[in-house]
């Protein structure tokens, strides 16, 4: 019996599920809105010409040349006249770039202050006329709060220059 039930209500249930369900109304709407509803593109604008170059840089200078350089520096014909002195003996802080180098205090005997300059946990003594820092800087000046110093580096000429910088004092957090 269960199996003639079964045979009966299955034939039923495929056929209502087959019915419209109000998706027709649905369709009909769509379709309206579609023809209702109106598209506009704003034109696209007209490209901008494009007016080609031509370089010509045949028998000219190439402009990134080291000769171009030489030139430039032989018109002018000035030199600063700093050397430095490649054949005197480094000092210990002459290796250390200097900004890892930090002045960490001062010490003063009568007629002399030396600058406590601490690098890699280990503290050195300076004085006027020391050398620190990887561009040949000698020491100039000692105060209580900066050591000031005169480096020797190489410009974009290569020409030797002096510049000056400073060493200030690091307060130490406790």
Do not use: H
């Amino acid at each position: 019996m269960s199996f003639r039930l079964l045979s009966v209500l299955v034939p039923i249930l495929l056929l209502a599920g087959c019915g419209d369900n109000g998706t027709d109304e649905v369709r009909q709407w769509m379709d309206k809105t579609r023809a209702e509803s109106r598209v506009f593109v704003k034109p696209l604008s007209e490209p901008k010409k494009f007016a080609p170059f031509t370089y010509d840089a045949k028998g000219r200078e190439e402009p990134f040349s080291p000769n171009k350089l030489a030139i430039a520096l032989a018109k002018t014909g000035k030199s600063s006249g700093v050397q430095p002195n490649f054949d005197r003996r480094r000092d210990p802080l002459e290796s250390y770039p200097l900004d890892t180098l930090s002045m960490v205090g001062t010490l003063a005997k009568p007629g002399l202050t030396y600058a406590l300059i601490q690098v890699d946990k280990m503290i050195y003594q300076v004085k006027v006329g020391s050398y620190l820092g990887q561009n040949m800087g000698r020491v100039t000046n000692i105060t209580e709060n900066e050591v000031q110093l005169k480096e020797t580096v190489q410009d974009a000429s290569g020409e030797w220059v002096e510049r000056e910088a400073t060493l200030e004092l690091q307060e130490t957090q406790k």
